[in-house]
Nanobody
Framework: VQLQASGGGLVQAGGSLRLSCAAS????????MGWFRQAPGKEREFIAV????????SYADSVKGRFTISRDNPKKTMYLQMNSLKPEDTAVYYC?????????????????WGQGTQVTVSS
């Protein structure tokens, strides 16, 4: 599976962005899909995950109520709608695919990663 993240950019605090992660290759619907982010000097951080069918979701506390993860299996695409953005959301955002059943939270459970897209939130 190859993953391509897009949709990042520069936005003012309080604004919104929608990230997309397009997949190619083997069956997208076999994979749980996750979003992670990494700020300079920090470890990669779990943001959100959606299971293979889209029936189960999980979010980090830091984004709960502001971010929404979704997927469109026929289109082989996952999304992250980000609202009420804060300067501390600034990071490179990565999408990833996992064959673990359910909603894996650890980066170690993911086997395929996209290249990342930069999100910068100005104050």
């Amino acid at each position: 599976v190859q993953l391509q993240a897009s949709g990042g950019g520069l936005v003012q605090a309080g604004g919104s962005l929608r990230l997309s992660c397009a997949a190619s290759g083997r069956s997208f619907s076999d994979y749980a899909m996750g979003w992670f982010r990494q700020a300079p000097g920090k470890e990669r951080e779990f943001i959100a995950v959606i299971n293979s069918s889209g029936s189960s979701l999980s979010y980090a506390d830091s984004v709960k109520g502001r971010f929404t993860i979704s997927r469109d299996n026929p289109k082989k695409t996952m999304y992250l709608q980000m609202n009420s953005l804060k300067p501390e959301d600034t990071a490179v955002y990565y999408c990833a695919a996992s064959l673990v059943v359910g909603v894996p939270l650890s980066p170690a459970r993911y086997v395929y990663w996209g290249q990342g897209t930069q999100v910068t939130v100005s104050s």
